[in-house]
């Protein structure tokens, strides 16, 4: 970001050098000191700093100037630049001009020639304007803005890859920032066409995809080896383990998720009970923390979504969505589980615009005294609605079953009974929703009937399920979709392994495919379960390599 500008202003070729000087030893280092030799080149040069769209802090110009007074110059220089300090340097016989100077060029500053010492005369005079005017500066932001309505499914998918990914950016609503089409305007994009990511850099990103905005971010899209010791595929507690201890155990390691480091476990606000952290932490904070030890040790990463994985002898293929391929010995699948849908009139058409599956974190903020709804009765829920208490006005929990106890923590049951602006009603649940562009109603089945209520934001964790369809034909699966490893792949479909030796605790139905986490049959759904597991695979991919 370009430093403020401090602008001194004389005729006196070396009284301006003297001032320059003493301005650039004491401010150089946070400013930018720029001179001019007279009235008309300063105002020329402050029309040009406008038009770049640089900030001005301080004028410090003479009084005595031949054709243009500093009175004169501070004067115009006030319509360019109305919150930069103004400084007048005079002669001892202009001391009265310059305190006439304080109302008609509204001057905050006069000094005497000289000002030497500069440590006591100027320095100290400068460093309470510089001081006040920091108070009321706003820095241009120049990182990433996202141009997007609220009510948007694309624009809530491009803030959460963004947020999730811990990209920082800014969010420039049109229905509550009227500048956003203005400067959409001004780069010459169509306003129709939301959202849109503009870039310091002057680009933009037009309704992207989770792959442009990958390429464009800085993340890892192409893989940078053909062939790995083992590909993990998914980054949430169980990949990001089996990454940091592949890497760590000197295996060539892959890591291959879609969205971002964390999987469901990275969206949650805080987690009370994961061992070492007595005072929780968020999920988000465990990922980036998981990512960057993976990463150290000399995992790579790659934000990309595989489709389909194959066998040829003793290698595993893996085909992602742009068409590359990479190889490996081991493929593990850490996959985890999505959210369950809520199957009722209205969810699908209003997904992304006020209903939402999981936490979605990125729209709190926008649920500032609003009322909040929840669906579920499990810890996700509970985590979510102590998030959601922060920032909107009430939260209400909408639990089927008679009462959390059989499916939530019981310090989160604590937390949620003190918070005042959570109400749980049980023996409720959600039969239809309605809206016109965005949510705008909920009809409720409750212990007294059924209910309307007007409602915005809908959060909706009903159970998960694993998302498998893709995977190998020839890799077993239950009814629901959870893959079968190692004792329960023998019990309950003996018939698919065909080894003289059995699998291997966390092997599949596949020699040489592993799975770990929350998409493994009969597996506990908690994260330090799901970090174990992932831990764990590495010494069973030792083994199966030890075979080849």
Known sequence: MPKPILLAIDDDTSV??????????????????????????????????????????????????????????????????????????????????????????????????????????????????????????????????????????????????????????????????????????????DDTKLPVILFGDGTALVQPTSTEMANKVGLRTQAQQEFYDVVVVGAGPAGLAAGVYGASEGLRTLVIEAAAPGGQAGSSSKIENYLGFPEGLSGEELAKRAFLQANRLGAEFLTQKVNCIRSENQYRILTMADGQEVTCHVCLLATGVDYCKLDVPGADKLSGAGVYYGAALTEAMSCKEEAVYIVGGANSAGQAAMHFSRYADHVHMLVRGKSLESSMSKYLIDQIEATPNITVETGTEVIAMGGEGHLECLTLKTPRGEEARPASSLFIFIGAAPKTDWMPAELCRDSKGFILAGPDLKAQSPKSWKLERDPYLLETSVPGIFVAGDVRFNSVKRCASAVGEGSIAIQFVHQYLATL
């Open 16 to 189: 301006l050098e003297a001032v320059v000087q003493d301005l650039r030893r004491h401010y150089g280092q946070d400013y930018r000191i720029v001179r001019a030799a007279s009235g008309a080149a300063a105002l020329d040069i402050c029309r040009q700093l406008k038009e770049r769209k640089d900030t001005v802090a301080l004028f410090l110009s003479d009084q005595r100037m031949p054709g243009m007074t500093g009175v004169d110059f501070l004067q115009q220089a006030l319509c360019i630049y109305p919150n930069a300090k103004r400084v007048l340097l005079t002669a001892y016989a202009d001391t009265e001009a310059a305190i006439r100077a304080i109302n008609s060029a509204k001057i905050h500053y006069y000094l005497n020639k000289p000002w030497d010492p500069p440590e006591e005369k100027l320095y100290p005079v400068l460093d309470d304007l510089l001081g006040s005017w920091k108070e009321g500066y706003r820095p241009p932001f120049e990182g990433i803005r996202v141009v997007g309505v609220r009510w948007s499914a694309m624009d809530h998918a491009v803030r959460d890859f963004l947020s999730r990914n811990r990209i920082p950016y800014q969010w420039l609503n049109p229905e509550t920032n009227p500048d956003a089409l203005a400067l959409l305007k001004e780069k010459g994009i």
